[in-house]
């Protein structure tokens, strides 16, 4: 199994503005997965994050508006650029070690 | 297009009752799919893993089924509770891939 912690656990920003989001593993993982929940949706992925290489997008997600960065096995970063009402979400980091994925608790997004 | 369905409705029922939520894809050859749970405000949760050469999973009071034919999945909840009143979400993951694709989630309802 695999514990996650994430910060911050919500916040309300600005637009225009950039959040960066923290999560951290309690052990070492090759991958790192980035999704989005917007409200009353299921889960969307953003991007895997391998440690010491560039992260994956998927369709509809790009690096400008969602950089991501590894810096090693137990902990990643995912920003949210450019803030608009839209991106107001929850945004979750995974790990799969084993087949199954856990989830981090979240982080709440509220742009105004 | 490729699709996985859950019942966007919630399931309402009263404790003690046996909960039956769906899960339908179309356009996809799993190699494995998993429920998770969501209780607000938090990430998913995993409960049960199910590969595509097996007809039925047992967990406690949780049961899933995968009939490849029908390209469907069952997921049961016997002796219902009100604490298992939560959203419950389907994920396929494809043999080729390490991406795990998740459906809208169906919420569900325990009375008292």
């Known amino acids: 199994s695999a514990v996650i912690s994430q910060k911050p656990s919500r916040d309300i920003c600005q637009r225009g503005t950039s959040l960066t989001i923290q999560c951290q593993v309690d052990?070492?993982?090759?991958?790192m997965f980035w999704y989005r929940q917007q409200p009353g949706q299921s889960l969307t992925l953003i991007a895997t994050?391998?440690?010491?290489?560039?992260?994956?997008?998927e369709s509809g997600f790009v690096i400008d508006k969602f950089p991501i960065s590894r810096p090693n096995l137990t902990f990643s970063t995912l920003t949210v650029s450019n803030l608009s009402p839209e991106d107001s979400s929850i945004y979750l980091c995974?790990?799969?070690?084993?087949?199954?994925?856990?989830f981090g608790p979240g982080t709440r997004l509220l742009v105004l | 297009s490729q699709k996985i369905e859950q019942n966007s409705e919630a399931l309402n029922i009263q404790e003690g009752k046996t909960a039956t939520l769906t899960c339908n894809y179309t356009?996809?050859?799993?190699?494995?799919l998993q429920w998770y749970r969501q209780d607000p405000g938090r990430g998913p949760v995993f409960l049960l893993l199910?590969?595509?050469?097996?007809k039925e999973k047992r967990k406690e009071r949780l049961k899933v089924t995968f009939d490849t034919t029908l390209k469907q999945s069952l997921f049961h909840i016997t002796a219902s509770q009100p604490a298992d009143s939560a959203t419950y979400l389907c994920?396929?993951?494809?043999?080729?891939?390490?991406?795990?694709?998740f459906g809208s989630g169906t919420r569900l309802l325990v009375r008292p």
């Open positions: 994050a391998n440690q010491g290489s560039e992260a994956t997008y």
């Open positions: 199910i590969r595509e050469n097996e």
């Open positions: 052990s070492q993982v090759t991958m």
């Open positions: 995974s790990v799969d070690p084993q087949e199954t994925q856990y």
């Open positions: 994920a396929l993951r494809m043999d080729s891939s390490y991406k795990l694709i």
């Open positions: 356009n996809y050859s799993p190699a494995y």
